[in-house]
Every structure is written in structure tokens, then in C-alpha cells.
């Protein structure tokens, strides 16, 4: 094709090139590209640039659509994968680039009748998670579960299970990733000024560490685990959470289970633990700015719709006050926090 360096240039290597290319902000949008690269070379890396040109190029892309929509893709995935490709297309133009022709028409990513998945944002109430925190462990001290791991210690069982409360309370009141409550260390907690320092591994190019204020119960949570342990601080360098937790998603999970067996509840997750600190902290009047800030995102999307949603249920305080445990909705810690849902405009 006229204009083009290499008309027979694989899409394969042009995705290899753009990556190459490309500096993400992020490690979390690192491993969104590369997932999206990964199956954009599995279902057109075979064909050639030329292919792809308009206008033919558009009914490549529709055939490739349409094998997706056999495999049971969902039209979020559908999506993404093409829009990367088009991105990649687009960049093999850029900056004077001679690489791809003219970028073709994108097809719609829904079948006939379908719709993009509106957003639906779980959140779990403080006073719901305190019982979930209280109790997870229950079931496994009544069963003897932990005497084969620690070999009857009982010393060491019941360090495990205040470890792992902690990772908990972390988890819910600062909106951790399970990676960074993993590798909490005793210098990221300053129990005597009721200061944490935040760290966020997925953004941690583009955000620094930064100290924030405890909330209230974060703080008693700590000073209890100090006074168990007989420490007047944690040690600068241990891992004060017990490290990583495989299957502290399953362990909720079933205490959750166990206390609502009607299924009143859903089931909590570190993702949801998150949201709920973003819902705790808008309920407050805090600011979407102020809370991606103590969460580390750098996108605010997830935290305006919220935001959107509070102030729709008339919930949010009108002036930004601490979480205490007094400063909750009716003076108390919040109870039975709705599933928040979102019409896309």
C-alpha cells in the first residue's frame, strides 16, 4: 500500500513495538496493556497491517468481533480489546510514523439487544465489618483447624488470629491492596500520633507514600494489638500483619456466610473493603480529591460515581468531619450500607 513502510509488517510486531514504546503510568495499567496486547496477538496477530487498513480493515475487525461473541467475551472485553487495537493502529501513524494506514471504523462491542454492563459498587457497612472482623476465625478455634499448622501452640494460633484481625482493620479503614497489607511494616504505623503512611503498589510511579491521620477505631485497633503484645511500638521492620494472606478472601467470605445466612450481606472481599473506606469517607463530606489522595488512585472515576450516588441518597455530610466513631450516620458507625448502583449517561 502506498504510504506505508512495510505493507506486510505483522500486527504481532506492531503490538510489540507500541509496547515497547509505551511507558505506563501505573503497574496496574502495565498489566492491563500487556493483557490486552496478549489477546489482541491471539486473534489478529497473524494478519498484516495491510489487513487492517480501510476499509477493509473494518470488516476484519467485525469478524474478529463476531469470534469473540461465540467464545461468550462480555461487551466490557470486547471493548477494551478493541480499543486497544485501535490505539495501536492509531500510534503506527503518529509522530510522522509510516506504519499503518487509515484506522478503520470500530464495531459495536454489544450483540443486538445487549447492553454495557452498568457499574455496581458493593459496600459493606463499619458496623458489619466489625462483626465479620470479631468473628472470622470462629469456626476455625471451635474446629481446632489452626493445631495442625502451629502444632498446638496455642500462643501462636491466637498471634495469627490478632495478625490477621489487624490485616483486616487495615484493609477496611485505609482502603489497602492486599499487596500492601501483606507488607505492612511496624515503620508505616505511628500508633502514638494516630498516623499511617499510605503506600499503593499499582501507583506507586506516579504516587508517593504520604502520612494520613488514622480513623478512630483504626487507631483503638492498633493500640489493642501494642497492649497484647506488650510494645510500646511496633518493631520499624516486621511485617505486622502476618504477610500475605492467601486465603483471607475465602475466610471472610464464609464468616459472612456464617453470620447472615440469608444472604443479607455480600460477601466481602478486599474489593469491596476499599469501596467501603471510599463510601465511609464520602459520607463524611470528604472530597473526591482528598480521597484519592488517602487511597492513592489516580483515577477518580470509581470514587466521583460514589460520590454522585451519596449525594443522591441526600447522605453526605454537609461539612468534611473526621471518621470517629461517633461521627457516622446517626452518631454511630454506619449500618447496612446499600449496594451502590450507576446509570451510565
Known amino acids: 500500500m502506498p504510504g506505508l513502510e512495510d505493507a506486510g509488517l505483522l500486527v504481532r510486531d506492531l503490538v510489540a513495538m507500541y509496547q515497547d514504546a509505551r511507558d505506563y503510568d501505573t503497574a496496574g495499567g502495565e498489566r492491563y496493556g500487556a493483557d490486552c496486547a496478549k489477546r489482541t496477538c491471539e486473534g489478529i496477530g497473524h494478519m498484516t497491517v495491510n489487513d487492517l487498513a480501510a476499509p477493509q480493515g473494518a470488516a476484519v475487525l467485525r469478524a474478529w468481533r463476531e ?13 477494551n480489546v478493541l480499543n486497544f487495537a485501535a490505539a495501536v493502529l492509531r500510534w503506527g501513524q503518529d509522530d510522522g510514523r509510516q506504519l499503518t494506514g487509515q484506522v478503520p471504523k470500530l464495531p459495536k462491542f454489544c450483540r443486538p439487544g445487549e447492553a454495557m454492563n452498568d457499574p455496581r459498587f458493593v459496600t459493606f457497612a463499619e458496623s458489619d465489618f466489625r462483626l465479620v472482623r470479631d468473628h472470622a476465625f470462629d469456626a476455625a478455634l471451635r474446629m ?11 500462643a501462636a494460633i491466637l498471634d495469627y488470629v490478632a495478625r490477621r484481625q489487624l490485616y483486616l482493620s487495615l484493609a477496611f479503614y485505609t482502603g489497602a491492596h492486599p499487596e500492601d497489607l501483606a507488607t505492612c511494616r511496624g515503620a508505616h504505623l505511628n500508633v502514638q500520633f494516630r498516623r499511617y503512611e499510605r503506600h499503593n503498589t499499582k501507583s506507586a510511579r506516579v ?3 504520604e502520612w494520613f491521620d488514622m480513623p478512630e477505631q483504626l487507631a483503638l485497633d492498633c493500640e489493642a494489638e501494642l497492649v497484647r503484645r506488650c510494645l510500646p ?3 520499624p521492620e516486621e511485617i505486622v500483619t502476618g504477610g500475605f494472606w492467601r486465603h483471607g478472601t475465602r475466610v471472610a467470605t464464609e464468616a459472612c456466610l456464617r453470620l447472615w ?3 443479607s450481606r455480600p460477601h466481602l472481599d478486599f474489593r469491596t473493603t476499599r469501596r467501603s473506606m471510599i463510601w465511609e469517607y ?6 473526591t480529591h482528598e480521597i484519592a489522595a488517602l487511597v492513592g488512585h489516580v483515577d477518580e472515576q470509581m470514587i466521583r460515581q460514589v460520590y454522585r450516588r451519596c449525594t443522591e441518597l441526600g ?10 466513631c461517633s461521627s457516622g450516620p446517626h452518631g454511630r458507625p454506619s449500618a447496612t450500607a446499600p449496594v451502590l448502583e450507576f446509570k451510565r449517561a
Open 67 to 79: 469470534r469473540m461473541w461465540k467464545d461468550a467475551w462480555k461487551p466490557r472485553s470486547v471493548r
Open 144 to 154: 481446632n483447624s489452626f493445631n495442625r499448622i502451629f502444632r498446638g501452640d496455642r
Open 207 to 209: 504516587v508517593e507514600p
Open 233 to 235: 511500638r511496633f518493631p
Open 261 to 263: 445466612p440469608d444472604r
Open 282 to 287: 464520602t459520607i463524611r463530606g470528604w472530597r
Open 315 to 324: 447522605i453526605v455530610s454537609p461539612v468534611r468531619v473526621a471518621w470517629t
